[in-house]
């Protein structure tokens, strides 16, 4: 099956260089304008103008018959629309949706929507996803009718705030009501940017994961690795609307973007529907041997959080130059299968960019089935330090102390809780000091008092 189609693809190459050697009046002899993406030191790495706003050049416009539309929520959600909206992606209609009525007003979107304007007044949710939440239920019809004949919607936003953390659930709920393919493409904060920012971006990513189909999670600290020391704070958050659009763009150009495979919304359902959590790698290879070091590039890359090795479905996006060949592509696809394994399902789709010579740029979208493989790396952290932080109980003979121990057996967490009466001290013989929970305090419930173990 994948022969025929590799050779279906090798025909459609032919046939896409002849019409664009047609069209193009300049001739291929002159030099084309340099990937936004190359780098020409390093290939590996995708940031190397990072302090440049170099817009992707137009693609060819064509009628979709798929409405794709992505939603901006809160202000990290408002960034990555207005990044989208700066590279002119095909086939994308844009929705802000905010509690901060001043930084909605400032927005690119198509559509603009102020929820929570009775719990908000326009201010925004002071960072607590429970007004946010509170905001986006106020104006569920609202929210509904701007989603209204969707087939796929992406729900961009960054995690830790109030309006992103407590609204996407929900603009994520009415979505799937409404019949679309729902893909949420989020961010992690900072280390930097605290505890409580961490914990609530945790809550929101697991309240998000039961309602879209799949979900793409970027940690910005993993991001950290990717970029110079000498970054500014301003240049790393672009990074990560960049990273962000990237994510979405690959996607949404399989199937509205003319190429030399192309994709339906079949295909891309197959990979992405009630998947679970996404993985999202991107790789660029340039020189003799670009092809394997695209592919290289993409499924070591340092967002992905864990391997694709084990993946049930992989979505594959090569782009590149006139001078892509047949062999290149297969040679992607290979890798790419051996990598995550034989039994995996490999969908893939080919498109040419006239501005693209002597590169390739692979993204890969990686879903496990299995929606508790993956344990995000934000929650094991913060069990580490709670486990770090437990202190001794003080003594309160009528007081209940709730304990949580979190135990793994392989990939799976189970949540155990126990409660604890801490009762006196009292000295042995050799003047040491033990615990001892009293059994026979007949004033405790007995359904509590056979829980008691000795210390």
Known sequence: MKKKKLARGFTRIIDYKQELIRDTSQGLDKKPDPSPYSRPDDSSLIFD???ERVPLPAQ???DSFVNIKVIGIGGSGNNAIEEIASHRINGLEMVAINTDLQTLSLS?????VQIGKLTTKGLGAGGDPEVGKKAAEEDRSAIAKALEGSDIVFITAGMGGGTGSGAAPVVAEIAKREGALTIGVVTRPFSFEGKKRMVQAEQGIENLKKQVDALITISNDRLLTMISKDTSVRDAFDITDRVLRQSVQAIADLITTPGLINLDLADVKAVIQDAGFALVGIGIGRGNNKA?????AAISSPLLEVSIKG????????TGGLDMSLYEINEIVDLIS????REANVVFGAIISENMQDEIMVT???TKRDKDIIVPEYQEKLEQEDNRKESIPTYNSDRLTERTILTK???EAEKEVTLDVYMPVEEDDLGMTKKYRDRENLNIPTFLRKKYKRL
């Not at 690119?108 to 603009?112: I, M, N, R, S, V």
């Not at 394997?292 to 290289?296: K, N, P, Q, V």
């Not at 051996?338 to 394994?341: E, T």
């Open 49 to 51: 103008r990072i302090k």
């Open 60 to 62: 060819k416009k064509v």
């Open 108 to 112: 690119q979107a198509t559509q603009k």
């Open 292 to 296: 394997a070091t695209a592919a290289e």
């Open 311 to 318: 993946s049930s479905s992989i979505l594959v996006s090569v």
């Open 338 to 341: 051996k990598a995550a394994g």
């Open 364 to 366: 890969v979208i990686a």
């Open 409 to 411: 057996k392989g990939a």
